[in-house]
């Protein structure tokens, strides 16, 4: 009887509360630190210390003007903390990045860096924090892909914005979607799982690695495929036809009429 009374005392006691609230705060720290010494490894063993260390050097003289120099993001240009490696990869690795003008957006230019360069920076921002897509594997760039539902896939989610066969488009605001014809499976992977500018991201839960890979498929295919139904007028869509028609095709029709109609008389 007096054990349990001095155990409902304790309880009563305003130190229990405390002890519950540090034991708690004890576990979930401990838990948290553990988890992202976990991540932390993983970054770590991605890239040597001499790639990292290399990045940075990069990093510092051609983005840190813009971004920080550890990536903070300054004025209205965004950090780069937890980003990514293949984030890195597209920008650079396309031309987008280094940025030279402002924009409603960044075009598309000549790449200024070697792959061994934009590896290298691609490295380093990677270390500055977890998060983000990482380089996908090579079987996944592979155009070896179910092009059908690659297909399927690519028009339920990019033709409202890329055209149905990939020709691009205009969005508002000065905006557009470029064409992605001859656009490496590497940069189109890279758009889909970090949604640069305009475009959302597609992470591993919407569209797997692999529904990429039809994507990528379906697109070489493409590439590789001329239009089954004859010249295909840039591949522009239907208004663009419809119009050719209208304009081209019923004006030929009333052209030929009424030179008949005159030579007839």
């Known amino acids: 009887m007096s054990l349990r009374r001095k155990i409902n005392g304790s309880r009563r006691s305003p130190l229990a509360a405390i002890f519950v609230i ?4 004890l576990f979930s720290g401990g838990g948290f630190a553990v988890a992202t010494n976990v991540v932390e490894s993983n970054v770590a063993t991605s890239y040597t210390a001499d790639q990292i260390a290399e990045g940075k050097k990069l990093f510092l003289s051609n983005c840190a003007s813009c971004h920080g120099l550890q990536g903070e993001g300054l004025d209205s240009n965004p950090k780069l903390i937890g980003v990514g490696a293949l984030a890195v990869d597209f920008q650079v690795g396309s031309g987008r990045m280094p940025g030279q003008a402002s924009g409603p957006q960044l075009a598309k230019k000549p790449v200024q860096f070697t792959d061994e360069q934009i590896e290298l920076m691609a490295a380093y921002v990677e270390s500055l924090g977890p998060g983000g897509a990482a380089i996908p594997e090579a079987k996944y760039l ?11 896939l690519f028009r339920i989610n990019c033709a409202m914005c890329h055209n149905a066969v990939g020709a691009g488009g205009a969005l508002t605001e000065g905006k557009y979607a470029p064409a992605l014809t001859g656009v490496s499976a590497k940069h189109v992977y890279g758009a889909m799982a970090t949604g640069p500018q305009n475009m959302p991201k597609f992470d591993d839960t919407y569209l797997t690695p692999t529904d990429k890979q ?12 001329q239009s089954a139904g004859g010249y295909a007028l840039a591949s522009l869509g ?11 095709g019923l004006g030929g029709i009333i052209a030929i009429t009424v030179w008949l109609a005159a030579k007839s008389n």
Request: charged share 15%; hydrophobic share 50%; net charge negative.
């Open 214 to 225: 039809d994507i990528i498929s379906y697109l070489a295919y493409i590439d590789a495929n």
């Open 22 to 25: 540090a034991a708690g705060l």
């Open 142 to 152: 592979e155009a070896t892909g179910d092009v059908t539902h690659g297909g399927e």
């Open 238 to 248: 239907p208004v663009a036809e419809g119009l050719f028609i209208w304009i081209f």
